[in-house]
């Protein structure tokens, strides 16, 4: 006989052994291109962390530390290996109005607010909305986020001299040409290196990471936000806190479903989501501000070999090593590499093969992709046109859905038989009553749904008023072909001499 002693005492090896395995399989699966795509990927952190902060309009360091804690932390709370998260572009540009407005406090508090909304909203599961998405809406979203990452390159080159058009060029050629020696080191961190020994040697007049800001060589402390705790400054940081959670997690959403296609794995979203929120509500209480999945950065660690999730935690800390012990060497990085590297993340991630089937896929999907890019690019926020794009489908599909017809016949016992082609529901229901020639129709007449199915209240009624006009001319009708979710709906609600035969 077992004891609860031993019953207890094997649920805790077998919980050990399974820590043990996730780390293993987690942390120590694909290691050195882990390592090396970490690498790569905290390099190109740096100019996109201080860009991002002073879009926010904060210290450099804000969006450095935030880079640092996220990154850290998500690769133990996330649901979806090989992911970088960080300081974002779409997040830094809801936070202006913020610090302008209240101070980088109220900042720091949006941000742990905006981590806690996540958490809820990845516990109740919101990751499945993901399955709501199109996918012309997905290939807009990732098109439009291709060339908002190579227009955001563009202000590097003003004023520029030939010598960076050269070195970026250099990069491009390391990045492509390298590979055919050989894939042992990721092309990209290769670029960086030779680059900036280049810019070194030579002392090049081209801009560098230390000329965007100020890299302060310390540790990120802990620090609760200096904001009065009250409902006055809940509400007041609620609607930007709110913006913040449903930005964070559309991006990351989309970033976890392009990861899943470029290395054919799943992934948990709703974990996903949870984790982010504990990843800002963390960085909220380091003095770094709200970030969310890169697509930039987790498209260079996916082609640099970064699989699992020591390629983010090593992206995460080697961004702070850099800071605090490479903080010199990491100035004199040139942009041109930077930029290299970002627009052949660029050309990596538009999806050329849309283009080319453009004349293929339906009309509706390809405006709708348009469309998408088009609001991306125009407004730089994500959300806005992800949420149009999936508005402009469902009114698509509701438009193609919207079609009911019916073929009629008179039956073998003089029955006039109205066959119905469509669906029945609110989009429907107005054209189906005037399908009945009431007055003409014999005194028998039969509407069969064998090819139709009704879906909702709407539809109910549609049915039910065309049993009335009939009715009212003292006519019989009898209803076929009901599907049993079709009978059970119309039971529910209750349309009188409806039955399924």
Known sequence: MISPTDTTLYIHRRDYFLFLNWIKQGFFSNVRKDILSGLTVAFALIPEAIAFSIMAGVDPMVGLYASFVIAVSISFFGGRPG??????????????????????????????????????????????????????VIVGFVNALAIVIFMAQLPNFEGATWIMYLMVAATLLIIYLFPLLTKAVPSALVAIIVMTIISVLTHADVRTVGDMGTITQSLPAFHVPSVPLSFHMFLTILPYALALAVVGMTETLLTANLVDELTDTGSNKNREIKGQGIANILTGFFGGMAGCAMIGQTVINVKSGGRSRLSTFIAGAFLLFLILVLGDVVKQVPMAALVGVMIMVSVGTFDWHSLRTMNKVPLGDTIVMVVT??????????????????????????????????QTHIDEHGVKVYEIKGQMFFGTMNHF???????EDP???????????????????????VLAKYEALDKKVAVRGLNPESQRIIDKIGVASVSSH
């Open 433 to 439: 009553v005037h399908l009945f020639h009431y007055q």
């Open 83 to 136: 992911m970088i998260s960080a300081a974002t572009g779409a997040m830094a540009s809801l936070m202006g109005p913020i610090v302008a407005k209240y101070g980088i406090e109220y900042l720091f508090a949006t941000t742990v607010l905006t981590g806690i909304l996540q958490w809820i909203m990845g516990a109740l599961k919101f990751g499945r909305f993901i399955t709501f998405i199109p996918q012309s």
């Open 373 to 406: 890019v088009v609001i991306v690019v125009a407004t730089s926020n994500l959300a806005i046109g992800v949420v149009t794009g999936v508005i402009l489908s469902a009114l698509n599909f509701g438009w193609k859905m919207a079609r009911i017809y019916a």
């Open 443 to 465: 005194e028998q007449i039969a509407i069969d749904f064998s090819h139709s199915h009704v879906w909702d209240q709407s539809g109910v009624n549609a049915v039910s008023k």
